[in-house]
Each structure stands twice: as structure tokens, then as C-alpha cells.
């Protein structure tokens, strides 16, 4: 049959499942939005208040279920919009297709009206890029587009289409079922033996003292019973990072917390004081390692990942297995029988009882909403997060106990982030409730989304931390900078309730915890967009810190910082 290249696209976004995109429309992608116009109810189109706003709600939407996220935007500026959040996608391995149109073929390379690069800016921060000058290769280009970004290690591409491609006509061929198949079921390459597998497990059986680091590939490849297997099968303490919340559940007897920076004790002394750790589709990054030449001192390192550009990068290997996590692991527990470690067990359980997380429970702090709201929600709750202190609290104080549970920007962290991942993980996910937890600093980065939530109806709860500070740089500042608070302090004449309701949503203030459980329920229960402003103390900091350069083992609290007089 011939179609439009407009047309061509939009058959190629329905033979890959797409029935959702976030965009907003300019001159030359308007060719696109006429024909998506007459496909309205088969794809739903969610106009949202920025370009930014319509990445983050692609790539909330392809964390929430595992599909591929995609965004549309216009050339110039509305493609530079984009380029935040495919970096955000990009740093935390999230599949999203952004599809932009460019200038006519005539007219590229001439400072054309609104012409950019977007193909050459976005190289650094995509899987692929692809500029399409001609209707020919359309098909082809976004089927491997989609094919790209959802194998192997996940990620964004970006597909930069002229304008003269989406009027041009060309004849199409639909793939049939078996090419469909195909494409979804691309084989992945796997860098290990049948003997490596047999080391590995022969690691395992040695190690007295076994901890299992679980970072967001467990959640990317659906390992999270593989692992959680893993965990029983030895009887190991398990740790997770920011990513990887929810593989574990976080009631588990065998669970330590989060690792890292703002890690528990128990996480990060059970890291450096085991003999193995094994690093479950986990990067090392610099906020879970501390001083890396330092991190887990006395381990074996058994590294299993996909992507073989992570071995040794960060952390030296003793064994790696390079490939998808869930079959890793279904091979080695297949080759594990049931162990037990009481001793190291019983040790690691002691750290947890004497250094657990701990808030005043006197006047109203983020760790208290938190809990509060960990308490009034179930299993089927999806939580979000902008980046920063409320950022850490939700990852510490809120119990996870499914993946595709929590939401954030880990590698970019990227403010602003989370409203837009809210409203697309809702629209994901429309059974379950979504909260996107905010502070003051990163609600004003993007609260212009909030109009996208009211104009659609869609039932997000923003809880917004008003601390009145840019609290994670201000913490720093109070600890390293002898309290130099330079442009960190939020204080003015902004009403965030009265913003919320110009923007066509519900609001509330917090100032008392008694307040806090009746205001929670009613928003939690409006059926509205609805902002939440919970209003704490500036200076409240999160804690366990790791300072910079040190190790993970030198984590330090509010107790310690007492103990030496610094507070």
C-alpha cells in the first residue's frame, strides 16, 4: 500500500503496541499530529506544559511497565526540550523512543527557522540517533529505532524526521506476526561458559560471609524472583541502590537497606566487612561505592551484568558473567543448594538493630510523612521523586516490596524530574496510586505540569517538602562549608497551594503532625490531581551521610556529629 510518511509512522508506532504519547506539537512535526488526529483512539496523545514534562512522562510510563516510552516534539527548541530528559532516561538504562521532525531536506545545514542537530546533540545521550532524509528507510529506521531500545541493555534513541519525509509517499509493507516476533525477540550476546557459571557458584558455596548488592538491571531484565531465590537459597544479606528498590521486599529479614551515601549502616558495613559480594546488574557508581579503592576491602567481587562496558569500570572483578540477569541467575541457583549463615546472619541483624533509621517524631519532618504515607497505601502504590533530600528520605523511610514501585532519577538526578514521570506512570498504570514526592527546589522546576494533570484529570498526589531551602545543597553547605549559604534559600512571597489551584488541581497545607494523617487521606482519596505542601525545618539533614572521598565504612549520623561536638 503507499502512505504518507506520516501515516507510515504512525502504523509502525501501532505494529510496536504504542497506544500512548506525550508531546507537544510545532510546525514541523505538524504533518505527524494531523495524522494522529485521525488514530485518536487508537494511540492517546497527552499534551503536556513542556517538552521536558512530555520526556519524563515517557520515561515514568516506561518505568512503571517495562514498555517502551515515547515522546514527540518539534524541531528547534522543541527538540532541545527533550534533551534533559532523554539524558535522564538514558543515565538510568530506560527504553524511550523520542520522535522529533526537523526542517525540510532543502533547507538542513542553512541556520534554517528552528533547525538543530538534535541527531548530533543527543549522540552522547542515546543508544542510537537516526536523522531520516528519506521516506524509503522510514519503516526500517523506527522499527530498529524500538528494536534498540528495549534489547540488551535498554535505553533511548532518538528518530529526527524532515519534514518533506512525513508528506512524502511511499509504498509500506506491515510486518507479519513472525517478522513482529522477531524484532521482539532479538537474541542477546552472552560473554560466559558453562565453566563460569560453575566458578560462580563454587564462589557462593565458599564465601562465609555472602552480600548480594541489587542494582536496577535486576528490575530492567524481570529478575526480581531470580534474585529473590538468591537471597534464600544462601541465606545472604541483601542491599539495594536507588534503582534497584523493590527487587527486595523491603520486609525481608534478609534485607539491609539501601547502600551508599545516604545508605543504612548496616548496608554499608555489611559491604565492607563481607568476604563476597555479589553485584546483581549494579554499576558501582560513585554514590554507592564512597572512596572506591576502599569499597568491600576483604570481598571477592562476582559482578553479573548485561553490558560488558560495566566490568572493571568502577570496581575490579574476581568473576564476571556478562548477560540477561534472570537467566544468569536461574542457571546459578539451579546449581546452589539451600546454605545457611547464622554467625554472619545473626551479626548483620545485630547492625540493623543498632543503627537503624531514625526521626524526630515531635514536629512534622519528610521521614514522618513518609512513613505516614507508606502506611495509608498498599502494594499497589507507585512513588516518585524529584532529586534531593525528600529524594533519600522516600528511598529510606517508605517500604518497598514490589519493583516498577519507586520511580527517580539515580545516575542524572535530574530536579524537576518526578511530576512529569507521575503523570506518565498514571496513565501506565491508572489502578494504582501515584505520588510524586517534591521538594520546594525541584516542585519549581517543573510545577507547569500540573496543568497537564487538572487538564486531563489525571489523579496524581504532589507532595511538596516546603523546607524553604535547596536542602541537599544547603546540608552540605552546613557540614563542609561552615554554613555559607550561598543562593540556597528559597524564602519569598510564592503560595505553592495558591499555584496548585491556579493550575486547576486540589490543595493542602501541613504544618503539625496531627494534622498529617486526616489531610493525607483526604488527598489520598479526592480523586483529583492534588497538591499536598508539608512545611519542615530548614536545617533537618539526611542521614547516614558518606563525606566525599571516604569510605563507605565512615558513614556518620546525627549521633556521631553529637559525639564530636559538630552539632
Known amino acids: 500500500m503507499t502512505l504518507t510518511g506520516a ?24 504533518v505527524v499530529y494531523d495524522e494522529l488526529y485521525r488514530h485518536q483512539d487508537e494511540i492517546h496523545h497527552y499534551l503536556t506544559s513542556h517538552e521536558q514534562g512530555a520526556a519524563h512522562a515517557a520515561d515514568g510510563y516506561a518505568r512503571a511497565t517495562g ?19 532523554i539524558a535522564t532516561a538514558y543515565m538510568d538504562s530506560i527504553p524511550m523512543v523520542a520522535i522529533t521532525c526537523n526542517v525540510t531536506l532543502p533547507l538542513l545545514g542553512k541556520d534554517t527557522f528552528q533547525e538543530v542537530d538534535i541527531a548530533g546533540i543527543t549522540m552522547p545521550i542515546t543508544k542510537h540517533g537516526y536523522i531520516v532524509k528519506d521516506i524509503s528507510i522510514l519503516a526500517d529506521t523506527l522499527r530498529k529505532a524500538f528494536r534498540i531500545a528495549r534489547s540488551g541493555r535498554p535505553g533511548p534513541v532518538i528518530v529526527d524526521i524532515t519534514k518533506n519525509v512525513t508528506s512524502a509517499k511511499a509504498s509500506f509493507t506491515p510486518m507479519t506476526p513472525e517478522e513482529k516476533k522477531r524484532l521482539y525477540k532479538l537474541p542477546e550476546r552472552h560473554l560466559y561458559t558453562e565453566k563460569d557459571l560453575d566458578e560462580a557458584a563454587e564462589m557462593i558455596r565458599s564465601a562465609k560471609r555472602p552480600f548480594i548488592y541489587v542494582g536496577g538491571g535486576a528490575i530492567s531484565s524481570g529478575a526480581s524472583e531470580q534474585v529473590r531465590t ?55 557508581s560513585d554514590r554507592v561505592t564512597g572512596n572506591a579503592r576502599k569499597f568491600a576491602p576483604h570481598a571477592k567481587i562476582l559482578h553479573i551484568d548485561i553490558d560488558a562496558a560495566e566490568i ?20 546459578l541457583n539451579s546449581r546452589l543448594d539451600a546454605a545457611e549463615h547464622p554467625e554472619w546472619m545473626a551479626h548483620i541483624h545485630e547492625l540493623k538493630e543498632k543503627f537503624p533509621l531514625l526521626y524526630d517524631e515531635k514536629v512534622l519532618t519528610c521521614p514522618m510523612v513518609i512513613r505516614k504515607l507508606c502506611e495509608l497505601t498498599g502494594e499497589d502504590t507507585i512513588i516518585t521523586t524529584d532529586v534531593g533530600q525528600h529524594q533519600m528520605w522516600a528511598a529510606q523511610f517508605y517500604t518497598y516490596t514490589q519493583p516498577r ?3 527517580s532519577s539515580g545516575g542524572l538526578g535530574t530536579m524537576g524530574y518526578g511530576l512529569g514521570a507521575a503523570i506518565g506512570a498514571k496513565v501506565a498504570c491508572p489502578e494504582k496510586t501515584v505520588i510524586n514526592i517534591a521538594g520546594d527546589g525541584c516542585f519549581r522546576m517543573n510545577m507547569n505540569e500540573l496543568a497537564t494533570a487538572s487538564r486531563y484529570g489525571i489523579p496524581v498526589i504532589e507532595v511538596v517538602i516546603n523546607n524553604e531551602v535547596l536542602g541537599m545543597v544547603r546540608q552540605w553547605q552546613t557540614l563542609f562549608y561552615d554554613k555559607r549559604y550561598s543562593q540556597t534559600i528559597l524564602t519569598d512571597r510564592v503560595d505553592y497551594c495558591k499555584v496548585a489551584e491556579g493550575l486547576g488541581c486540589r490543595a493542602f497545607r501541613i504544618t503539625r503532625p496531627e494534622e498529617l494523617e486526616s489531610v493525607l487521606r483526604e488527598a489520598l482519596t479526592c480523586g483529583e490531581p492534588a497538591l499536598v505542601e508539608c512545611v519542615i525545618d530548614p536545617d533537618d539533614k539526611v542521614f547516614p551521610m558518606v563525606a566525599p572521598g571516604t569510605s563507605i565504612e565512615e558513614a556518620f549520623d546525627a549521633r556521631d556529629l553529637e559525639e564530636q561536638n559538630q552539632v
Open 405 to 407: 514501585s519507586f520511580l
Open 7 to 30: 501515516q507510515i509512522l504512525i502504523e509502525c508506532l501501532k505494529e510496536q503496541d504504542v497506544d500512548t504519547i506525550f508531546g507537544y506539537p510545532g510546525g514541523t512535526i505538524m
Open 67 to 85: 514498555k517502551v516510552g515515547v515522546c514527540f516534539a518539534t524541531s528547534g527548541p522543541g527538540a532541545t526540550n527533550l534533551v534533559t530528559g
Open 230 to 284: 538468591l537471597v534464600e537459597k544462601i541465606d545472604a544479606p541483601v542491599c539495594d541502590t536507588l534503582m534497584g528498590k523493590g527487587v527486595i521486599n523491603g520486609y525481608d529479614s534478609h534485607y539491609t537497606g539501601m547502600i551508599g551515601m545516604h545508605g543504612t549502616k548496616a548496608s554499608n558495613f555489611g559491604a565492607s566487612q563481607c568476604d563476597l559480594l555479589v553485584a546483581l546488574g549494579a554499576r558501582f
Open 312 to 331: 572493571n569500570k568502577n570496581v575490579k572483578a574476581n568473576l564476571a558473567l556478562v548477560g540477561d540477569l534472570g537467566e544468569i541467575l536461574s542457571e
